[in-house]
């Protein structure tokens, strides 16, 4: 079939397997020109087939030589019926892993679910012995708990107050103001369940029961801050109480992994165009500005070349691992720049529909989420018939 990009306001309704395959490709030439990592052997990869999961992955495998499983919830193709943009990530990931002869494996389900873990950790004893880097990178809307059978949807709201600033509609450039209303209780709760550290804690408390884990295991979870701009409904919204839980639970699971010499870490991650972050009010316009000014200083990453950074300068190095004072890795050091800020903020206040595409660069924020799906690659002819039935061949 002829794929072209399908929009439904924020989110692609196709994926092109051909341009989603470059895209693993460009990141695997990537960490291959950047040279070998000291890194792990063994890693779990929870939420890997997009962003940074997929780019952990990518890291491990081809920076460090590491067998890899993957876990993520895909939908898979059906005849004219494109898959979801991360089952085609996953499957040219495991081409490219079968062709280098480095060992992967694939879980496509629910991440959250008793059923998928014991599934993994399975396949964790039967192929690989022990696991010594896992890596949390799940980015789900909705939690359906394991326990209670209760089906938790997490929001994007302030708390307090509502909350009122400009945005843009990255298709059409329109810049306007945005408000949202606060938080009621319940929406704080349910966005915790979906997005804290709960289900983390169990992946590893699982495994841990199971002897899977090395000693000296690591895990690595994904968060992020940001500026004061964003704060009100990010950082002190309803998803940033499931930030805040997300790293209190690093203590507690680093409490746990005492005997095995393990540790738990939050890395503190630069922001980037997601399918998650395109649809956050004003989260597309500051990250147009952050782009324009990061790229003229020479600091602008993507997200392999933002896990590339830290597993090589953060993660394994012969130093202790650096963190905050709160224990966060921060690979966002580049973002939060105080000359990097300080720009934004003047040209926030400026920024118009009329002038945007001169002060930030919202073609290069197109380009991203283009990309995403697998769309606007110069190597691939979208004019030509694709075959959207791509199977991943190292799926349980």
């Known amino acids: 079939m002829i794929i072209e990009p399908r929009m439904r306001g924020f989110i692609c309704l196709t994926a092109h397997p051909k341009g ?3 895209n693993v490709k460009n990141q695997i030439d990537f960490i291959k020109s950047k040279g070998n990592i000291e890194g ?3 890693v779990l990869v929870i939420g890997a087939s997009t962003g940074f999961g997929l780019a952990s992955r990518i890291t491990s495998a081809f920076g460090s030589n590491a067998a890899t499983i993957g876990v993520f919830f895909e939908k898979e193709p059906q005849a004219g019926k494109t898959a979801s943009p991360g089952w ?21 389900g629910d991440a959250f679910s008793n059923e998928i873990k014991k599934q993994t950790i399975d396949l964790i004893k039967a192929d690989l012995g022990k696991i010594d880097l896992i890596i949390y990178s799940l980015a789900s809307p909705v939690r359906m708990h394991p326990t209670t059978g209760v089906l938790h949807r997490s929001t994007l709201k302030p708390i307090g107050s509502t909350f009122t600033n400009k945005t843009v509609d990255f298709h059409t450039g329109v810049v306007s103001n945005v408000s949202i209303e606060p938080a009621v209780a319940e929406d704080i709760e349910n966005t915790v369940a979906v997005m804290g550290g709960e289900d983390w804690e169990m992946w590893i ?10 000693d000296n295991a690591m895990t690595v979870a994904y968060s992020y801050i940001g500026p004061s701009l964003t704060e009100a409904v990010y950082r002190k919204g309803t998803i940033g109480s499931a930030k805040d839980h997300l790293e209190a639970t690093a203590f507690k699971i680093t409490e746990k992994l005492k005997a095995l010499n393990g540790k738990a870490y939050v890395s503190v991650n630069k ?8 649809a956050i009010p004003v989260i597309p316009l500051y990250i147009s500005l952050l782009y324009k000014i990061m790229k003229e200083k020479g600091i602008h990453e993507g997200c392999i070349e933002q896990i590339q950074r830290l597993f090589k300068d953060r993660l394994y190095t012969n130093k ?7 224990g966060r890795i921060r690979i966002d050091d580049w973002e939060m720049r105080a000359d990097v800020q300080q720009q ?6 400026q920024s118009t529909t009329e002038n945007l595409g001169q002060l ?5 924020y197109k380009s991203d989420f283009s990309s995403l799906f697998g769309f606007g690659f110069p190597q691939v002819d979208y004019t030509q018939d694709t075959n959207e039935m791509v199977a991943i061949s190292g799926l349980q």
């Open 20 to 22: 989603c395959e470059q």
């Open 88 to 108: 085609y990530n996953s499957a040219a990931f495991q081409a490219e892993a079968d062709k280098a002869g480095i060992y992967a494996k694939s879980i496509n």
């Open 40 to 42: 792990p052997k063994n």
């Open 344 to 349: 934004i903020a003047e040209l926030w206040e």
């Open 271 to 278: 922001a980037l165009v997601t399918q998650a972050s395109s």
């Open 360 to 364: 930030g660069d919202l073609a290069g």
């Open 320 to 326: 202790a691992i650096e963190t905050d004072e709160q």
């Open 205 to 214: 408390d699982e495994m841990t029961k199971a002897g899977v884990l090395s």
